[in-house]
């Protein structure tokens, strides 16, 4: 892929209520950290503006849809660019406003619109979101550059904590601020922290949504590897793998089990989905501490050879 791509802008929308479709207008006004004024998606999180390539409305109109502009809920239609080949973290600039790409489609919980008139709708899967790194103004006509990330970026982590009674509020989770703390002191970039109860399938969706629509680089997971019939963190993160990695969770069992023979006991495993890693970790945060002193510094190495962008060198 280029190292920048350039598009044209065709339309800017907005929706002044969540939940409607979004309107042509003649210009937006984006805000740092925000998104757009008046648009009732703005905010301080992860998905700020949404943009969509025109040639797929083209191509979903040919086959009968009569998708007027913004009836797919996106803010900001271009010409030219494949949106959904993109990588998480690529920057797009227009005039003053720098964007940042955060994210490629969304699962979709309640049906729009057009999907209800067509029986279809080509956002989750092709639209993506974006963060408003630099405010200015953007209209139609304007031309948008895409800037690719660099090879050696900032690796993206994830922290999610799985705990029945953290996700109640009857207990204060430590391990996993903890967990993201140890990260970011390593370089990494936490892109999201997440507190979910004990549930197979809502952490699956979870560990889905991160590594397929977020894109990140690594997601650790701290609780539910015990022997409770509650602890599901092992077969949710299973569920979702691509590949098996044995040796993380080996080498942190065999390493732990110098401290405490109850090692043994944990059930965590770490796999691959994709290009992202996802190693479970135990629940506690001296756990989660001993765990991440063992495999931090092997980690970059591993997720620069997943990412392609650096080569293995076996030991002589």
Same mark, same amino acid.
């Given at each position: 892929?280029?190292?920048s791509i350039k598009?044209?802008i065709?339309?800017? %929308?907005?929706?002044?209520k969540? &939940?409607t479709?979004?309107?042509p207008v003649?210009?937006i006004?984006?805000?740092e950290?925000?998104?757009?004024?008046g =648009?009732?998606h703005?905010?301080?999180?992860?998905? #700020?503006?949404?943009?969509?390539?025109a040639e797929?409305? =083209?191509?979903?109109?040919?086959r009968?849809? =009569?998708?007027a502009?913004?009836?797919?809920g996106?803010?900001?239609?271009?010409?030219?660019? =494949?949106f959904?080949?993109?990588p998480? &973290?690529?920057?797009?600039?227009? &005039?003053?406003?720098?964007?940042?790409?955060?994210q490629?489609?969304k699962? %979709?919980?309640?049906? %729009?619109?057009?999907?209800?008139r067509?029986?279809?709708c080509?956002?989750?899967?092709?639209g993506v979101f /974006? +963060?408003?790194?630099?405010?200015?103004?953007?209209?139609?006509?304007?031309?948008?550059?895409?800037?690719l990330?660099? /090879?050696?970026?900032?690796? *993206?982590?994830?922290?999610?904590?799985?705990?029945?009674?953290?996700?109640a509020g009857e207990?204060?989770?430590?391990?996993?601020?903890?967990a993201? #703390?140890?990260?970011a002191?390593? &370089?990494?970039e936490?892109?999201? #922290?997440?507190?979910?109860?004990?549930? #197979?399938k809502r952490?699956?969706r979870?560990l889905?949504?991160?590594?397929d629509s977020?894109q990140?680089?690594?997601?650790?997971? +701290?609780?539910?590897?015990?022997l409770?019939?509650?602890?599901?963190?092992?077969?949710?993160t299973?569920?979702?793998?691509t *590949?098996?990695?044995?040796?993380?969770?080996?080498?942190?069992?065999?390493?732990?089990?110098?401290? +405490?023979? *109850?090692?043994?006991?944990?059930?965590?495993?770490?796999?691959?989905?994709g290009q992202?890693?996802?190693?479970?970790?135990?629940?506690? +945060?001296?756990?989660?501490?001993e765990a991440l002193?063992?495999v931090?510094?092997q980690?970059?190495?591993?997720l620069?050879?997943?990412?392609g962008?650096?080569h293995?060198?076996a030991?002589k």
């Amino acid at each position: 892929m280029e190292a920048s791509i350039k598009g044209i802008i065709k339309a800017v %929308c907005i929706s002044e209520k969540k &939940g409607t479709e979004k309107h042509p207008v003649n210009e937006i006004v984006l805000k740092e950290n925000f998104g757009i004024e008046g =648009d009732a998606h703005a905010g301080k999180w992860h998905r #700020q503006v949404s943009l969509l390539s025109a040639e797929k409305v =083209d191509e979903f109109n040919a086959r009968g849809g =009569d998708a007027a502009i913004g009836a797919f809920g996106e803010n900001i239609l271009v010409s030219g660019i =494949d949106f959904k080949k993109l990588p998480v &973290g690529s920057i797009m600039r227009s &005039g003053d406003v720098v964007m940042k790409l955060t994210q490629i489609g969304k699962e %979709c919980h309640s049906h %729009c619109t057009i999907f209800a008139r067509v029986g279809d709708c080509i956002m989750p899967r092709e639209g993506v979101f /974006a +963060t408003v790194e630099h405010g200015g103004v953007l209209r139609s006509g304007m031309e948008l550059e895409v800037t690719l990330p660099a /090879a050696d970026a900032p690796l *993206r982590a994830a922290v999610m904590t799985l705990s029945d009674k953290g996700a109640a509020g009857e207990r204060v989770d430590t391990s996993g601020p903890r967990a993201a #703390q140890l990260l970011a002191e390593a &370089g990494y970039e936490i892109v999201e #922290q997440v507190l979910l109860p004990d549930a #197979q399938k809502r952490i699956e969706r979870e560990l889905i949504r991160l590594a397929d629509s977020r894109q990140v680089d690594l997601i650790i997971t +701290t609780g539910g590897t015990g022997l409770s019939l509650r602890d599901v963190t092992p077969e949710a993160t299973m569920a979702v793998a691509t *590949r098996n990695v044995p040796g993380i969770a080996e080498a942190i069992r065999a390493e732990s089990l110098k401290i +405490t023979r *109850r090692a043994m006991l944990s059930r965590g495993v770490s796999v691959v989905r994709g290009q992202t890693l996802i190693v479970n970790l135990p629940g506690s +945060t001296k756990a989660v501490e001993e765990a991440l002193a063992i495999v931090l510094p092997q980690l970059e190495h591993g997720l620069r050879i997943l990412k392609g962008s650096a080569h293995d060198c076996a030991r002589k």
